[in-house]
Structure formats: C-alpha cells, structure tokens
C-alpha cells in the first residue's frame, strides 16, 4: 500500500495501529481498542469472522464513509496481517 502512495496514489487504510513513520498520500484510520479484544481470542476461525465483524463496524470507518470521500478501489485484507507483524 505505501508503495501505492509513493507512486502518487492516495491511500486510506485503516488499522488497529498508528504509523509510526508518515509518507506522503498514505492516511491512516486507527481502529482503536480492537487489539486488545482481539488478544483475548484463542481460535483463529471465529477469531477471523470477529475481526472482520468488528472492523466493518467500528465507528472510525464508518466516519469516514458517511463523509461523503471518493474511492477508485477498496481493498479488505480479512487476515489482518498487521496484527501479527506487530506481536
């Protein structure tokens, strides 16, 4: 994605981390205090569902659709990779 931004393009992406390091056309929504719900879960098949239940619901994302902002593309990763690069 942020080599999607260096090369011009503009990039919402939401996650349950802050970027720690800005780059120009990357936005970052923070979906706060789902992590530590998350390290509760101990069953990866219903902990997916979960997590993507939470994230299409949670009150950041849906700001940002209600704010009327256009889009080319969406892209949902269902796996959340970043959690797991973080631990």
């Known amino acids: 994605m942020k080599e999607l931004a260096k090369r011009g393009h503009e990039i919402t992406f939401f996650s349950p981390f802050p970027e ?34 939470q994230t299409l619901a949670h009150e950041n994302l849906h700001g940002l659709l209600r704010s009327g902002e256009k889009f080319d593309i969406v892209l949902v990763d269902r796996f959340v990779y970043d959690l797991w690069s973080k631990r």
């Open 20 to 53: 720690t390091e800005p780059v120009k056309n990357f936005k970052t929504i923070v979906l706060t205090g789902l992590v530590e719900e998350w390290n509760q879960m101990f069953f990866l098949s219903s902990m997916t569902s979960k997590i993507m239940e």
